[in-house]
C-alpha cells in the first residue's frame, strides 16, 4: 500500500469497528444526487497523480483523486480523449468520482458507458483491506470483471484508490448539423437515420417554452470522408465549430438553458431512460423534454412531487425514471431497483461492505 492507502486503510477499519458510517468524497461535484450524505467525511484528495500512461496502448492509469481536468489535460495533448464524455458539473471533479457516478455526457449512446473503459481498478474495502481487479488491458480479464461494477456504484462498496482506463484518439473530423422540427419529427429522424451507417456520435433536440418546433442537433464525428459523406446525405444547417463546442459542453455540465430555467423555476430535474424507438411521452402539466442519446434519455422538468404520471408513461414505454436533480433545498429518495438487480446490490455489499459503513443510503435507500 502506499501510504495514503495506508491512512485510508486504517480510516475504514476503525469506522468498521465502531459501525460508524463514511461519506466518500472527492471534489462533491455530484453533491446534489442521490440520497441522504450522511456520515463521517471521508476525504480522497490525498490520492492524486498520474501512475502511467501509454499512449500508443491507448491505457492510462491514474490515482482516484487526480482531478478531472488534469487528466483530459493530458490525454488533450497526445491527441486522445474520454470518448463518453464524463460530466464536470463543477470545478474539481475527480477521476474517481466520475468513475462512481458512472455519468456519461452527450455521446454516450454512440461509444458507450463509463464502465465500458473501466479496465482495472483498486479499492479499499469495509474490511481496509486494498483489492485489485482487472490490469490494463482488454484481455486480462478472467472471470467476473468486478472492476467495472464499481461503475455507477457511487461508493457504495467501497474505497476506489486507483483506476485504468481505456482511452481513444480524437477523432480527426466532427460537425454539427441543425434541423428545425417537432418533437415527434426528431424522434422519427433520429430512429431512421440510427438504421443507416452514419457517423452519429450525439444528439439533442429542444425546444423553447412553450413552442412545439423545436431544434434538434446532430453531430457527427469520425473519419473526415465518412462525415463529409453524411452531411451531405442528411443536409440541415452547419453550426459554427465555436457554438458546437459551447452546445455540447452546455449540455454535458447541465448549464443549458434547460438546466438553467428548470433550476430557476424550482422545479425538480427528472432523467427518464427509454427504448430509443419510444415515442413521445405524454403527461398533464409538463413542458416538452430535452432529448439526447438519440431519443433515449429525455430529461423533464417536474413540480415537486409531480412526477407520477411521468414516471408511469415511462414505465409503460419500457424505461425508468427518477429525479436526478431535485429543486433548491430538497433531496430525492433513490431511484428503486429491480427485485433482481437488489438482490444483486444485496450480494455485493455484503461481500464488499458488510457492516454498511460506506455511504449509507446513497444508492438505494436503506441500504
Known amino acids: 500500500m502506499t501510504p495514503a492507502q495506508s491512512q485510508i486503510a486504517e480510516r475504514v477499519r476503525a469506522a468498521a469497528a465502531q459501525k460508524r458510517p463514511l461519506r466518500l468524497r472527492g471534489a462533491g461535484t455530484k453533491d446534489f444526487h442521490g440520497g441522504p450524505l450522511d456520515g463521517e467525511v471521508l476525504a480522497l484528495d490525498a490520492l492524486t497523480g498520474i501512475t502511467s500512461y501509454e499512449p500508443s496502448e491507448l491505457v492510462v492509469t491514474v490515482q482516484a483523486g487526480t482531478p478531472l481536468a488534469e487528466l483530459e ?24 468520482g466520475m468513475v462512481s457516478a458512472g455519468l456519461a455526457g452527450p455521446a454516450r449512446a454512440s461509444v458507450g458507458s463509463v464502465r465500458d473503459y473501466v479496465l482495472g481498478a483498486s479499492l479499499v474495502n469495509g474490511r481496509g483491506e486494498l483489492l485489485t481487479f482487472g490490469g490494463q488491458v482488454m484481455k486480462n480479464v478472467a472471470g467476473y470483471d468486478v472492476s467495472r461494477v464499481l461503475a455507477g456504484a457511487w461508493g457504495t462498496l467501497g474505497v476506489i484508490s486507483e483506476l485504468s482506463l481505456k482511452v481513444l484518439p480524437v477523432a480527426p473530423a466532427e460537425v454539427t448539423r441543425v434541423f428545425d422540427c417537432s418533437q415527434a419529427e426528431a424522434l422519427r429522424l433520429l430512429n431512421a437515420w440510427g438504421g443507416q451507417p452514419l457517423p452519429l456520435n450525439a444528439s439533442v433536440w429542444q425546444a423553447g417554452p412553450g413552442a412545439t418546433v423545436g431544434r434538434l442537433h446532430l453531430r457527427l464525428r469520425g473519419a473526415v470522408a465518412a462525415v463529409q459523406a453524411a452531411g451531405r446525405q442528411l443536409g440541415g444547417e452547419v453550426l459554427p465549430p465555436d457554438a458546437a463546442d459551447a452546445l455540447w459542453g452546455s449540455l ?41 442519446w438519440h431519443g433515449a434519455q429525455r430529461w423533464y422538468a417536474v413540480p415537486p412531487g409531480g412526477a407520477a404520471e411521468l414516471a408511469e408513461a415511462v414505465r409503460a414505454a419500457g424505461g425508468w425514471a427518477a429525479a436526478f436533480r431535485p429543486a433548491a433545498g430538497r433531496r430525492a429518495d ?34
Not at 433550476?263 to 423534454?289: C, I, K
Open 252 to 292: 454535458r455540465d447541465q448549464r443549458n438553458a434547460f438546466f438553467a430555467e428548470t433550476a430557476a423555476q424550482g422545479l425538480d430535474l427528472w432523467r427518464t431512460s427509454v427504448p430509443q424507438t419510444a415515442p413521445m411521452l405524454t403527461a398533464a402539466g409538463l413542458a416538452a423534454p430535452l432529448i439526447e
Open 334 to 367: 433513490p431511484a428503486p431497483l429491480a427485485p433482481a438487480l437488489m438482490d444483486i446490490h444485496r450480494a455485493l455489499k455484503a461481500a464488499f461492505d458488510p457492516v454498511g459503513i460506506f455511504n449509507p443510503g446513497r444508492l438505494v435507500a436503506g441500504l
Open 73 to 96: 489535460a493530458l490525454l488533450q495533448a497526445h491527441g486522445q480523449c474520454l470518448p463518453f464524455e464524463p460530466p464536470h458539473f463543477s470545478e474539481g471533479g475527480t477521476v474517481g
